[in-house]
């Protein structure tokens, strides 16, 4: 009972601060979106260090987080200094090929994977966090459809925890996820679908297209989830952190929004441009 109160309340705080920065916008949002970034690029480091059986060289590590702020940052560069924007551009390319240029002096270990592994988790982390910040600025509307993508992520967890736990029979993952199952992600994606539907119908948009959208955030929301859970397996943890009481980390609270972002920016460009 404590361990669902606490996660509870967590859980609270957490979707508070998403919701109060969103309707704050601009460097709220930023300082969020910031927040996400380096302690997400921290966890991911700390995943890689168990991984490796060593911590990161501090030079290497120090790379990675520039590499990944500096795709964070992009958004807000183009909002106050777009003249910046090649400089920007040129420092993130430094960074990467001095990350690369690095493996030249690897001694131990496979130099190879520890590149990939560094470039991987700039793209991993830096780009859906580029898309929410250039997307918070995109129009008026921006602020809202964020939070109605959120939403769905998380009435796909709802609805696929709460008829997984009723009528999960057929594993989905087993491997990654033990308690997944296929009921559960029909569930989630009934959820998903039927909310962006009644959302269309309340706010006369097309509702083929937002049931549409509804099932993309189900599918990358469960990918994305699935995911993250192969990265702590292939590492042996169990959470990618203890930030969040009853959570884990914040990887384990956006793993989800990492695939999803980039998704429904692809499904805004090659549909939404076209039916909307």
């Not at 959820?191 to 189900?218: D, H, Q, S």
């Amino acid at each position: 009972m404590k361990n669902v109160l606490v996660r509870s309340i967590s859980g609270i705080i957490y979707i508070a601060a998403i919701v109060g920065a969103l309707m704050a916008g601009g460097n709220w949002w930023y300082a969020l979106t910031a927040v996400f970034t380096i302690i997400g690029t921290l966890e991911y480091q700390r995943m890689c260090a168990i991984k490796c059986g060593a911590p990161l060289p501090l030079f290497s590590s120090s790379l990675d987080l520039a590499a990944t702020l500096l795709l964070w940052a992009i958004a807000p560069v183009l909002n106050y200094w777009p003249a910046a924007l090649p400089a920007i551009a040129v420092v993130l390319g430094v960074c990467l090929l001095t990350r690369m240029a690095l493996a030249l002096s690897q001694q131990e270990g496979d130099a190879f994977s520890a590149v990939a592994t560094a470039v991987f988790g700039t793209l991993y982390i830096g780009i859906p966090m580029t898309l929410l910040n250039l997307a918070i600025g995109f129009a008026p509307q921006a602020p809202a459809a964020i939070l109605c993508m959120l939403i769905l992520i998380w009435l796909n967890d709802t609805g696929a925890f709460c008829v997984g736990s009723l009528l999960g029979r057929h594993r989905l993952c087993e491997r990654l996820s033990p308690k997944k199952s296929w009921e559960g992600f029909w569930g989630g994606m009934f959820f998903c679908v039927a909310a962006a539907a009644i959302y269309a119908r309340i706010c006369a948009l097309p509702v083929l297209t937002c049931a549409a959208f509804g099932a993309v955030v189900c599918i990358f929301s469960t990918w994305g989830d699935l995911f993250e859970s192969m990265l702590k397996r292939s590492v042996g943890i169990k959470d990618s952190g203890n930030l969040i009481p009853g959570h884990g980390g914040i990887l384990d609270r956006i793993d989800s929004l990492l695939f999803v972002t980039p998704a429904a920016a692809i499904f805004y460009l090659a549909v939404c441009t076209y039916t909307l």
